[in-house]
């Protein structure tokens, strides 16, 4: 969605870390998301974060926000062959429903 | 659980003719989506459901039809079909709204000739 903004591609070798980042607009928002899709399959979601928090961490993954630039990333440490894979940036707009960006294609080279 | 599912896989139309995408979910979620995949352009809502016997329209509604007469089930009918409609179609159910989590089905790929 236009609202939601992300870089198309990143492409980091096996081991380092990657860092996806996305901008949104509605500073309404009251969560943040990241999906990640990998080849032909539907969208499953990683993680998200409530408006009101600032950095989350799961395993491996660490959503940082910031609210008053309106930016989002997700960081993957140590980034396996397995993590190759589109990671969509969403928001919710509104009760009910969800702002997508267009996904990062996230190429994992040995 | 099977959680959701989409019916069929991949389709090939020529112009002008119609079809029906089914969606089911047995997570008795109230929320039912249908969006549609581009390249280069995430994903886009076509038509959404709060509940049983209620349907509304999304960003891209024009060219889709879309009905909710079971809980379970979220149809999306092309009644004459374009090329611009070539796409992958995806279906999701939450369970309350847009604050929670959606749930994917596998996706539809649908090429019009």
């Known amino acids: 969605g236009e609202d939601v903004e992300q870089s198309l591609f990143l492409s980091v070798r096996e081991g380092d870390s990657s860092v996806i980042n996305c901008t949104y607009t509605d500073s309404s928002s009251t969560y943040l998301y990241w999906y990640k899709q990998e080849p032909g399959a539907g969208l499953q979601l990683l993680t998200y974060i409530f408006s009101n928090m600032d950095m989350k961490q799961d395993q491996r993954l660490t959503v940082l926000l910031n609210k008053k630039d309106k930016h989002l990333s997700l960081r993957i440490a140590d980034t396996q062959t397995g993590d190759s894979a589109i990671y969509f940036c969403?928001?919710?707009?509104?009760?009910?429903?969800?702002?997508f960006g267009a996904g990062t294609t996230v190429t994992v080279r040995a | 659980n099977a959680g959701v599912t989409q019916t069929p896989k991949f389709r090939v139309l020529k112009t002008g003719q119609s079809m029906t995408l089914l969606c089911a979910q047995d997570?008795?979620?109230?929320?039912m989506y249908w969006y549609r995949q581009d390249p280069g352009m995430g994903l886009r809502l076509i038509h959404y459901s709060v509940g049983e016997g209620t349907t509304a329209k999304g960003e891209v509604p024009d060219g889709y039809n879309v009905s909710r007469l079971k809980k379970q089930n979220f149809l999306l009918g092309l009644e004459s079909a374009a090329p611009s409609q070539t796409s992958v179609y995806f279906c999701?159910?939450?369970?309350?709204?847009?604050?929670?989590?959606?749930?994917f089905g596998p996706g539809t790929r649908l090429l019009v000739l």
């Open positions: 999701a159910s939450t369970r309350t709204g847009g604050k929670e989590t959606q749930y």
């Open positions: 969403a928001e919710n707009t509104n009760d009910y429903k969800l702002s």
């Open positions: 997570m008795n979620h109230e929320y």
